[in-house]
C-alpha cells in the first residue's frame, strides 16, 4: 500500500468534500426562507385559534369584558372547590390571594397579589389552563370576570373594577419591580480543594433525613403514604 | 435444529400464551408441558421457587424450555426488577396530575435513563395526542408561517444528541435541610437520554426569523397549554424539536408525539407535546416564568429567567436504597456528575466530610450536558463515615456546598439546588441524607 497517495486524486476529492460541506450547513440554516418547502402556510384563522398568548402590553387579548360581581359569582362555583372561597387555596392547592409583605420573611406567601408582577398572566393562564380539571371551558367574558375578581379580591382595584382589553394590562401589580430578570449565577466560585478543605473539627452534621419520617417507601408498590406501614 | 426443537415439542397450549404476572409464561409453559406427560414433575418447579440452587445444583431455568419470542412483542423488565419504578411524594402536591414522579438513579446503571423510568413532571396530566392529527404552529415574527404534520416535520435533515433533563426542583425539598432519606427523591428528577430531532434552528431558517426577533414562546398541545418565554439565541445554539428518544418514539409522559429538548436548561422549558412556536420582540411573561419558576430570595426579590442546570454530580453507590451490605472492604464508588453548561471536567469524590478529596475515574463518553458517569475504587474500614461528590464542569465552576448556596439563597428556595450531597454511612453500612454546617 502506498503512504503517500497521489495529489492528483487527493486534491479535486477535497475539493468535492470541501464543497459537499459548505453545501449542507447551506440547505440547513444558512437557507432561505421556504427552503425545503415543507408544511403548510397557515391562515390567519388558524394561527388566530392558537395563537393565545397575552404579553404585559394586553396585545393578543381578546373582545369582552367581566366585572368583579360576576366574577366572585363564578369563583364561587368553578374555582372555589380547590382555591378556597376567599382564595385561600384548599388543601395544598395554590393560594391566591394575601400575602403582600410575606416576601422577606420566613414564611413568604407568593400569591397572585403579592407575587406575580403582571396582571396579563392572570388572564393568559385561567385562559389557557383553568379550571384544571375541565381546561378551556370558559368563556373571554368569564375569563375577564373571574381576572377581575381575583384582583379585587386582592385589593389592587376597586370593586366596581371592569376587566376588559384596556383595563388589564393597565393594572400595576403590588410585585411588578420584585424582580430581578437576570441569573446573577454563578453564584459561587469554589476551587478545587483536594486537601485540608475544611477544619475536620468543626464538621458537624446540622440535619438528618433520617431524623424526618417524610420519605415515602422506595421498595415495594407505590407507596400513597396514607397507611404506612410500621 | 430449531425445526427440530420444534417438532419434538407438543403445541403450547393457547392458555399459555402471553400471560404476564410473575414470570408465568414460564410456568404456564411447564404447566403445559407437564399436563401433556411430556416433561417435568411439578414438585421439582415447586423445590425451585422455594431453594435456588447453587452450584452444584443446576436451577430450574436451567433444565425448562423458556417462552418464545411470541411471548413479548414488546419487552420488559424481569419480574424480578418489579420494584424499579418511578415513584412519587404523595405530600408535595395535591393533585398528581400536577405532579412529578422521580426516576430510581439508584437502580440506573449508566449515563443512559430507561424510557420507562425517566422522570415526569405535568402540569395538566399525560395528554393522549394522536399523531396523525397534532400539528406545530411556527409563526410571528417570521417571514413565512408554517403548519407541519408529524410526517412534514420529519423529512428536515435530522440530528441525534444525547442531554440530560433536570427539573428545576430537583433537590429543592432539602432547601431548608435534608428531609428525604433516598437518592431516588433527593435527585431523582433528572434523567438522560438520546434524543432524535430537527435542530430549531432549522426551522427557523426555514421560516425566516425577522430582524426585530428576540423571544420565543414555545407552548404545549396539554390542557395547561403550558408555554415558556426563550430568548432566541438559546434557540439557534442547540435547541432540538424531537420525537425519538432512546431508541423508540417518545412515551406520552416525555411528550410524544413532539416536545422541544432545550440542553442544559431547567427540565420545564423543554416543553412536551409540543404544538405552537410563536417568535416574538419580548418574553411573554407567563405564569411559569413569574408566579412559578422563579426564585425568593431572603430580601424578598426574586429572580426570574434563571435557566440553567449547573454542575452537579451525587453518588448513586452508595446511597440509602443501596448501602454498605456486605460489611467491610471492597467497593467501587459510583456516581453520576452533570452541567448545564458543558462538559464535566472532573468529579472529586470526600470519604471524610469534605476535608480531603481524590479524584474519581470519568467514564467515557463525557458529553456536552449530558449525564456522565464516575467511579473511584474504595476499601470500607467499617467504620462511620461522610461521603461526598464534587463536579467541576469545563468552564472551571465547581460544585458548591449548601452552606454557600444558602448565604446567596437562603432557605426558602425551591428551584436549582446543585450543592454537595452528603451520605453518611453508619457504622452498620446504613446510609442516610445528611447536611454538614
Same mark, same amino acid.
Given at each position: 500500500m502506498s503512504s503517500s497517495p497521489s495529489r492528483r486524486i487527493v486534491a479535486p476529492l477535497l475539493a468535492l468534500l470541501l464543497g459537499a460541506a459548505t453545501a449542507a450547513p447551506a440547505g440547513a440554516q444558512?437557507?432561505?426562507?421556504?427552503?425545503?418547502?415543507?408544511g403548510t402556510t397557515p391562515t390567519p384563522a388558524q394561527i388566530a385559534g392558537w395563537s393565545i398568548a397575552v404579553p404585559p402590553s394586553g396585545a393578543n387579548l381578546p373582545p369582552g369584558h367581566g366585572s368583579v360581581s360576576q366574577g366572585s359569582e363564578l369563583f364561587g362555583t368553578v374555582?372555589?372547590?380547590?382555591?378556597?372561597?376567599?382564595?385561600?387555596?384548599?388543601?395544598?392547592?395554590?393560594?391566591?390571594a394575601g400575602g403582600v409583605g410575606?416576601?422577606?420573611?420566613?414564611?413568604p406567601a407568593e400569591t397572585v397579589?403579592?407575587?406575580?408582577?403582571?396582571?396579563t398572566t392572570l388572564f393568559d393562564f385561567i385562559n389557557r389552563?383553568?379550571?384544571?380539571?375541565?381546561?378551556?371551558?370558559?368563556t373571554p367574558d368569564q375569563v375577564y370576570a373571574v381576572t377581575a375578581f381575583l384582583l379585587n379580591l386582592n385589593g389592587?382595584?376597586?370593586?366596581?373594577f371592569v376587566a376588559d382589553a384596556k383595563t388589564v394590562p393597565a393594572v400595576k401589580m403590588p410585585?411588578?419591580?420584585?424582580?430581578?430578570?437576570?441569573?446573577?449565577?454563578?453564584?459561587t466560585h469554589d476551587t478545587?480543594?483536594?486537601?485540608?478543605?475544611?477544619d475536620p473539627a468543626r464538621l458537624?452534621?446540622?440535619?438528618?433525613?433520617?431524623?424526618?419520617?417524610?420519605t415515602p417507601r422506595t421498595t415495594g408498590p407505590l407507596d400513597d403514604m396514607k397507611s404506612k406501614s410500621p | 435444529m430449531a425445526s427440530g426443537i420444534r417438532t419434538a415439542l407438543p403445541p403450547v397450549p393457547s392458555?399459555?400464551?402471553g400471560k404476564s404476572a410473575a414470570e408465568p409464561g414460564r410456568r404456564s409453559l411447564l404447566r403445559g408441558l407437564a399436563a401433556s406427560g411430556l416433561v417435568l414433575a411439578p414438585t421439582l418447579v415447586h423445590a425451585a421457587d422455594a431453594d435456588p440452587p447453587a452450584p452444584p445444583a443446576d436451577p430450574i431455568w436451567s433444565r425448562t424450555l423458556g417462552p418464545g419470542? =411470541? =411471548?413479548?412483542p414488546y419487552g420488559r423488565p424481569?419480574?424480578?426488577?418489579?420494584?424499579v419504578i418511578r415513584r412519587y411524594v404523595?405530600?408535595?402536591?395535591?393533585s398528581t396530575q400536577s405532579d412529578v414522579s422521580f426516576t430510581p438513579l439508584q437502580d440506573q446503571p449508566g449515563i443512559i435513563t430507561a424510557n420507562g423510568l425517566f422522570y415526569e413532571r405535568y402540569h395538566s396530566g399525560r395528554p393522549a395526542v394522536d399523531p396523525a392529527r397534532h400539528r406545530l404552529l411556527i409563526h410571528g415574527l417570521v417571514e413565512r408561517p408554517l403548519l407541519l404534520t408529524m410526517d412534514q416535520l420529519q423529512r428536515f435533515p435530522s440530528v441525534a444528541r444525547i442531554h440530560f433533563l433536570e427539573c428545576?426542583?430537583?433537590?429543592?425539598? =432539602?432547601?431548608?435541610?435534608?428531609?428525604?432519606?433516598s437518592l431516588q427523591f433527593t435527585h431523582g428528577m433528572i434523567g438522560c437520554a438520546e434524543w432524535v430531532g430537527v435542530p430549531l434552528a432549522t426551522l427557523f431558517g426555514e421560516v425566516g426569523i425577522k430582524k426585530e426577533a428576540k423571544w420565543v414562546l414555545v407552548e404545549g398541545a396539554d390542557g395547561a397549554h403550558m408555554d415558556r418565554s426563550l430568548p432566541i439565541e438559546k434557540c439557534l445554539d442547540d435547541c432540538l424539536v424531537v420525537w425519538g428518544q432512546n431508541g423508540e418514539a417518545l412515551r406520552p409522559e416525555q411528550g410524544f408525539p413532539l416536545r422541544l429538548i432545550v440542553p442544559?436548561?431547567?427540565?420545564?422549558?423543554?416543553?412536551?407535546w409540543l404544538r405552537r412556536i410563536e417568535i416574538g420582540a419580548?418574553?411573554?411573561?407567563?405564569r411559569e416564568e413569574t408566579g412559578k419558576y422563579t426564585e425568593l430570595l431572603p430580601d424578598g426579590k426574586a429572580l426570574g429567567f434563571t435557566w440553567v442546570n449547573e454542575a452537579k454530580s451525587v453518588l448513586?453507590?452508595?446511597?440509602p436504597e443501596k448501602p454498605?451490605?456486605?460489611?467491610?472492604g471492597f467497593y467501587e464508588l459510583r456516581g453520576l456528575a452533570w452541567s448545564g453548561r458543558g462538559r464535566i471536567r472532573h468529579v472529586d469524590v470526600s470519604c471524610d466530610g469534605g476535608v480531603t478529596y481524590a479524584r474519581t475515574n470519568l467514564q467515557g463518553?463525557?458529553?456536552?450536558?449530558a449525564l456522565t458517569r464516575f467511579t473511584l475504587p474504595w476499601r470500607w474500614d467499617g467504620k462511620p463515615t461522610l461521603l461526598q461528590s464534587r463536579a467541576t464542569d469545563e468552564t472551571g465552576y465547581v460544585q458548591p456546598g449548601i452552606a454557600e448556596l444558602r448565604k446567596v439563597m437562603g432557605t426558602g428556595s425551591v428551584y436549582l439546588n446543585n450543592s454537595i450531597q452528603t451520605w453518611q454511612v453508619t457504622a452498620s453500612g446504613s446510609v442516610n441524607n445528611v447536611q454538614l454546617s
Open positions: 444558512g437557507a432561505s426562507p421556504g427552503h425545503y418547502g415543507l374555582c372555589a372547590v380547590c382555591h378556597g372561597a376567599f382564595g385561600e387555596g384548599a388543601a395544598d392547592y395554590p393560594k391566591l410575606s416576601l422577606a420573611t420566613v414564611a397579589g403579592s407575587y406575580w408582577p403582571y396582571a389552563a383553568m379550571p384544571f380539571y375541565a381546561p378551556h371551558s370558559l389592587i382595584v376597586p370593586d366596581g410585585n411588578r419591580d420584585g424582580f430581578i430578570w437576570k441569573d446573577p449565577r454563578p453564584l478545587e480543594c483536594m486537601t485540608n478543605c475544611t458537624r452534621i446540622t440535619s438528618n433525613a433520617a431524623d424526618v419520617h417524610l | 392458555s399459555a400464551r419470542v =411470541d =411471548d413479548r424481569s419480574h424480578y426488577e418489579k420494584g404523595p405530600w408535595l402536591t395535591q428545576a426542583a430537583n433537590g429543592g425539598p =432539602d432547601w431548608p435541610a435534608a428531609q428525604l432519606n442544559g436548561w431547567q427540565g420545564n422549558v423543554s416543553v412536551k419580548a418574553p411573554w411573561y407567563t448513586t453507590f452508595p446511597c454498605l451490605a456486605g460489611g467491610p463518553p463525557v458529553l456536552s450536558k
